[in-house]
């Protein structure tokens, strides 16, 4: 079978930085089997796949090893190869998806993606992330993922990770988040998932249904710049809506090919 793939570059306008995702478009539904293969072999943080259905496009994310519940980029990735590429006619997009329907505008270069939020709340942390982390944290908080706090940026770039500790827990399909107020934006973050084959996620847009409403409380704003300051960094514009969070961001096309299944 022959299947197309785009490789697309997430919260970025840039070939090379924000977040790798490779989008599949399907006429029907592979086996789940099939579709984890895919994703492992193209070896990125999420390979996306959708299906057209009725007005909406059924959408599944996965990374090599699991289906996940919700991703950001690979969800912006979706939508940037449906408009700019495919050439869908809307500007706005609906997904059917594990986490409900996510819609998605584009505007002005920008997409703007409608998530959940997700605030956190106070939390203990386990020993194994602490023990594992070359900085403790300030403050813990939990949500889907553990939300680490810190008091600098520079705390957030200089943290390091003990693998052969970090990997001893599962938080299946959950990560591990450090942020601390930025320098020149108004929050930072980076992204740690324990027992996957890619350690950091360079972009994590559904990190951001945590930090957007964290943050949005404790500078007391609605509207937020983020950087995501991995070694390819993305860059976030974010909203807090309450129970829902607006993510947006650019992408950029890497690479259009061809695949091969069985």
Same mark, same amino acid.
């Given at each position: 079978m022959k299947l197309n793939?785009?490789?697309i570059d997430a919260f970025t306008d840039k070939t090379f930085a924000g977040n790798q995702a490779c989008v599949?478009?399907?006429?029907?539904?592979?086996?789940?089997? !099939?579709? *984890?293969k895919i994703a492992n072999e193209n070896a990125v943080a999420?390979?996306?796949?959708?299906?057209?259905?009725?007005?909406?496009?059924?959408?599944?994310?996965?990374?090599?090893?699991?289906e !996940?519940? *919700?991703?950001?980029?690979a969800t912006l990735a979706t939508a940037h190869c449906l408009k700019e590429i495919l050439g869908h006619k809307r500007d706005q997009i609906v997904f059917e998806t594990l986490s409900g329907d996510l819609t998605v505008t584009v505007e002005n270069g920008l997409y703007k993606m409608d998530f959940p939020s997700r605030m956190p709340v106070e939390s203990a942390l386990p020993a194994a992330i602490e023990n594992a982390l070359s900085i403790k944290p300030k403050e813990v908080f939990k949500s889907r993922d553990y939300v680490l706090v810190y008091d600098t940026e520079s705390d957030i770039k200089n943290i390091s990770i003990d693998r052969q500790i970090f990997d001893q827990i599962n938080l299946d399909p959950g990560g591990v988040i450090v942020t601390a107020k930025g320098d020149n934006s108004d929050f930072v973050s980076r992204f740690f998932t324990p027992q996957a084959s890619i350690l950091e996620d360079p972009v994590t847009g559904s990190a951001h249904c945590s930090l957007i409403p964290f943050w949005a409380e404790r500078l007391n704003?609605?509207?937020?710049?983020?950087?995501?300051?991995?070694?390819?960094?993305?860059e976030l514009y974010c909203e807090d809506k309450g129970d829902r969070v607006i993510i947006s961001?650019?992408?950029?096309?890497?690479?259009?090919?061809?695949?091969?299944?069985?």
């Open positions: 793939l785009y490789q599949v478009p399907l006429q029907e539904w592979l086996s789940d089997e !099939m579709l *984890l999420e390979t996306a796949f959708f299906v057209y259905k009725d007005a909406k496009i059924h959408l599944r994310w996965f990374t090599p090893e699991i !996940m519940d *919700l991703c950001g980029h704003k609605k509207e937020l710049f983020a950087l995501q300051i991995s070694q390819r960094l993305g961001g650019r992408a950029k096309t890497y690479s259009i090919g061809v695949l091969w299944t069985e």
